[in-house]
Each structure stands twice: as C-alpha cells, then as structure tokens.
C-alpha cells in the first residue's frame, strides 16, 4: 500500500501539485535505504536536495561601485551642458544681429524714399531753372 501511495504522490510531485508535507514524506521514504528497484532513480533526486541543503556559499562577493560611472556621467553633462549653453548663446547673437540687421536695412529704406522724395523736387527745380533760363536768356553758370 505504501509503495502505492508513493508513487501517486510522486505522479503529484511531477504535475507540481504536492504540498509541503507530502513532499516531506516522499522525502522521508526516498532517504531511507530501502527504496523499490523502479523508484532508485528518484533517490537520487531527493538525496540531492538533502545535501543540496545543507551547502554554504563561503566566497565573498565583489561589488563593482558605482561611484566611477557616477564620475563620469557628471563629467559628461558638464560638457553637455556647456554645448548647449554656448550654442544657445551663438544662437541669440545671431538673432540679435539679424534684428539689428533688418532695423537697419528698414533705416536705409526711409532714408532712401525720402531722399528720392527730395531728387523728383530738385529735378523740378532744375526744370524750372532751365525755362527760366530760356526765357531769360541766361547762360547757365
């Protein structure tokens, strides 16, 4: 009957079904020596996972820190930030220059129409000179 029941709860333990404490009992049957020839190679699983038990890792584990790539991922946005000031920086002068630029290119549009203004009225005063002149008969000067 034991031996039954042993392999049904190994059958469990397969499907992952088993409880704690039927897991301990297959345990307890598979560390005694008297074991069924068909169920040896489950012995050794289970005297595995008795010894397995009881090791000890007893190297020490070397951390890597971070602090070195902390370092360096300061030293890096420093120098990002830097860049981006100084093209900020190149990027409002060159705005600067083009609005002073267009203001005066605006200036010399004025001074232009104006003295335009001031070239059709001293081309009408020389008109005028010139038939005064023809009627006068004055040579011009």
Not at 79 to 84: D, I, P
Not at 100 to 128: D, H, P
């Amino acid at each position: 009957m034991e031996l039954a029941n042993i392999e049904k709860l190994l059958e469990k333990y397969e499907n992952a079904e088993t409880t704690i404490a039927e897991e301990k009992a297959l345990k307890n049957y598979f560390s005694k020596g008297n074991v069924a020839p068909h169920l040896e190679e489950y012995q050794a699983l289970f005297g595995y996972f008795s010894t397995s038990k009881n090791e000890r890792f007893t190297k020490t584990i070397q951390l890597n820190s971070q602090k070195k790539s902390w370092k360096w991922l300061s030293v890096a946005a420093s120098v990002v930030l830097l860049v981006s000031v100084y093209n900020g920086y190149e990027n409002i002068q060159q705005r600067k220059a083009e609005k002073v630029y267009a203001e005066t290119i605006g200036a010399l549009e004025l001074l232009s129409a104006n003295l335009n203004k001031g070239n059709v009225a001293i081309a009408q005063l020389q008109r005028f000179e010139d038939t005064t002149n023809k009627i006068f008969k004055q040579p011009k000067k």
